[in-house]
C-alpha cells in the first residue's frame, strides 16, 4: 500500500487560490458592443478552458510541490546467502613494507594496500553481508559498527593503509570484535575475519575470557596471515627448539585459535595473489542463508509537481505574448 505523505501540510491550506483562475481570466478585457451576432467559435471556447485549467494547474501543482510531497519509504522482507562480518585489521607498522619485508617503493605495493584493494572487492562482491570493522596495534579502535552500510565499510578500509604503530595486541583487537555482535542478531551467521602479517602473545589471564565470549557469541574465526618472504610460518617451530609463545608466537596463537571451540581456519598468503585467493576460500564458506530486511527509500515527488507548474505556467505566459488587443473605431458622420 503506498503511503503519501507531506513535509510542510499547512502550504495546502493556501489551495482555494488555485479556483481564482475559474472566477477571473489571464487574459486582459476587452470592450465590444455584443458577441450575439457572432458564430459559436468551438475552438476558441476549447483555447479559453484549456488557459483556465492551466491556471488552476500552475497554482495548485506549485502549492503541492512546496508542501514536499512524498511516498514514504518502506520494508521489504528479502531472503538471500551472507553473514554477518566484522573485519579485524592489523595496523602495525610492519603493515607498510611489501610482502618481500622493505619499504615499498616505484610500483610495489605495501601489505596494508593490498589489503585494502583486495577486502573492497570482496565486500562488493557480497551486497547481502552485515559488515563491521576495527583496527588494531598497540590498541584497538572500531571504525564502523556492523550494519548494511557498504559504502561506510569500503571507506573504513580506504583508511587501512594509514601509518600504524610497531606494536601487535591482538586480544584486545579480539575482544573488541567480539564485542560488536548483538546477541539480539543470534539467527545471523557470524564471522571475524582477522588478517594480520604477525602475531602477538597473548596474556594467559585474558584466554579465558575469550574463550568464553567466542562460545557464547558463537562465531567462526578465519585467521589470514599475510606471511612475509622467508619468515616463520604459522606451523613452523622456532629456532633451538624454543617453544616459548615469545618465540614462536604465529603457532602458539594458532593452538590458542584452534582450543577455542568454534569453526577456525587459518590460511596463509605470501602475495597479493594468494591474498586474494585465500578471500575467495573465504567468500565460499561464509555463505549461509540470511533472512533481512531491506529499507526501500522514500520517493520525492516534488521535483514533478513542480514540473507541472512550470509547464502551465510556460503554456499561460506563450498565451499571453500571443494575446491580440481588440478595439471598435467610431466614425462621426
Same mark, same amino acid.
Given at each position: 500500500?503506498?503511503?503519501? !505523505?507531506?513535509?510542510?501540510?499547512?502550504?495546502?491550506?493556501?489551495?482555494?487560490?488555485?479556483?481564482?483562475?475559474?472566477?477571473?481570466?489571464?487574459?486582459?478585457?476587452?470592450?465590444?458592443?455584443?458577441?450575439?451576432?457572432?458564430?459559436?467559435?468551438?475552438?476558441?471556447?476549447?483555447?479559453?478552458?484549456?488557459?483556465?485549467?492551466? !491556471?488552476?494547474?500552475?497554482?495548485?501543482?506549485?502549492?503541492? &510541490?512546496?508542501?514536499?510531497?512524498?511516498?514514504?519509504?518502506?520494508? $521489504?522482507?528479502?531472503?538471500?546467502? !551472507?553473514? $554477518?562480518?566484522?573485519?579485524?585489521?592489523?595496523?602495525?607498522?610492519?603493515?607498510?613494507?611489501?610482502?618481500?619485508?622493505?619499504?615499498?617503493?616505484?610500483?610495489?605495493?605495501?601489505?596494508?594496500?593490498?589489503?585494502?584493494?583486495?577486502?573492497?572487492?570482496?565486500?562488493?562482491?557480497?551486497?547481502?553481508?552485515?559488515?563491521?570493522?576495527?583496527?588494531?596495534?598497540?590498541?584497538?579502535?572500531?571504525?564502523?559498527?556492523?550494519?548494511?552500510?557498504?559504502?561506510?565499510?569500503?571507506?573504513?578500509?580506504?583508511?587501512?593503509?594509514?601509518? &600504524?604503530?610497531? /606494536?601487535?595486541?591482538?586480544?584486545?583487537?579480539?575482544?573488541?570484535?567480539?564485542?560488536?555482535?548483538?546477541?539480539?542478531?543470534?539467527?545471523?551467521?557470524?564471522?571475524?575475519?582477522?588478517?594480520?602479517?604477525?602475531?602477538?602473545?597473548?596474556?594467559?589471564?585474558?584466554?579465558?575470557?575469550?574463550?568464553?565470549?567466542?562460545?557464547?557469541?558463537?562465531?567462526?574465526?578465519?585467521?589470514?596471515?599475510?606471511?612475509?618472504?622467508?619468515?616463520?610460518?604459522?606451523?613452523? &617451530?622456532?629456532?633451538?627448539?624454543?617453544?616459548?609463545?615469545?618465540?614462536?608466537?604465529?603457532?602458539?596463537?594458532?593452538?590458542?585459535?584452534?582450543?577455542? &571451540?568454534?569453526? /577456525?581456519?587459518?590460511?596463509?598468503?605470501?602475495?597479493? $595473489?594468494?591474498?586474494?585467493?585465500?578471500?575467495? $576460500?573465504?567468500?565460499?564458506?561464509?555463505?549461509?542463508?540470511?533472512?533481512?530486511?531491506?529499507?526501500?527509500?522514500?520517493?520525492?515527488?516534488?521535483?514533478?509537481?513542480?514540473?507541472?507548474?512550470?509547464?502551465?505556467?510556460?503554456?499561460?505566459?506563450?498565451?499571453?505574448?500571443?494575446?491580440?488587443?481588440?478595439?471598435?473605431?467610431?466614425?462621426?458622420?
Amino acid at each position: 500500500m503506498i503511503a503519501l !505523505g507531506f513535509d510542510h501540510i499547512e502550504a495546502l491550506l493556501l489551495a482555494p487560490l488555485a479556483l481564482i483562475p475559474l472566477l477571473q481570466s489571464v487574459l486582459r478585457d476587452t470592450s465590444i458592443p455584443s458577441l450575439l451576432s457572432a458564430p459559436v467559435d468551438g475552438l476558441s471556447v476549447l483555447i479559453g478552458n484549456i488557459l483556465k485549467l492551466s !491556471g488552476v494547474l500552475a497554482i495548485g501543482a506549485s502549492l503541492i &510541490g512546496a508542501a514536499g510531497p512524498h511516498i514514504a519509504g518502506a520494508e $521489504q522482507e528479502r531472503f538471500a546467502e !551472507g553473514a $554477518q562480518i566484522v573485519m579485524l585489521i592489523d595496523r602495525s607498522g610492519s603493515m607498510n613494507e611489501t610482502f618481500a619485508g622493505r619499504t615499498p617503493s616505484g610500483g610495489e605495493e605495501s601489505k596494508a594496500a593490498a589489503a585494502k584493494r583486495i577486502l573492497k572487492r570482496f565486500v562488493e562482491a557480497r551486497r547481502h553481508d552485515l559488515v563491521g570493522v576495527a583496527v588494531f596495534s598497540t590498541a584497538p579502535m572500531l571504525v564502523t559498527p556492523i550494519s548494511d552500510h557498504l559504502d561506510a565499510a569500503k571507506a573504513a578500509i580506504d583508511a587501512i593503509d594509514r601509518p &600504524g604503530l610497531d /606494536y601487535t595486541n591482538i586480544a584486545r583487537g579480539l575482544a573488541m570484535a567480539l564485542s560488536m555482535f548483538k546477541t539480539s542478531d543470534a539467527d545471523f551467521s557470524r564471522a571475524i575475519l582477522l588478517l594480520s602479517d604477525g602475531a602477538g602473545v597473548i596474556d594467559p589471564k585474558l584466554r579465558d575470557d575469550l574463550k568464553a565470549e567466542f562460545r557464547k557469541t558463537n562465531v567462526s574465526l578465519y585467521w589470514l596471515f599475510m606471511r612475509t618472504e622467508g619468515s616463520r610460518g604459522i606451523a613452523d &617451530g622456532a629456532a633451538e627448539d624454543d617453544e616459548s609463545p615469545q618465540a614462536a608466537p604465529e603457532r602458539h596463537l594458532d593452538l590458542f585459535f584452534r582450543s577455542l &571451540g568454534v569453526p /577456525y581456519r587459518a590460511i596463509e598468503a605470501e602475495s597479493a $595473489q594468494a591474498t586474494e585467493e585465500a578471500l575467495k $576460500q573465504i567468500d565460499r564458506l561464509e555463505r549461509h542463508p540470511v533472512h533481512y530486511v531491506e529499507k526501500l527509500p522514500r520517493i520525492d515527488l516534488s521535483a514533478w509537481a513542480f514540473a507541472l507548474a512550470f509547464v502551465a505556467t510556460s503554456l499561460l505566459v506563450v498565451a499571453k505574448l500571443a494575446e491580440v488587443g481588440l478595439g471598435v473605431q467610431g466614425r462621426a458622420r
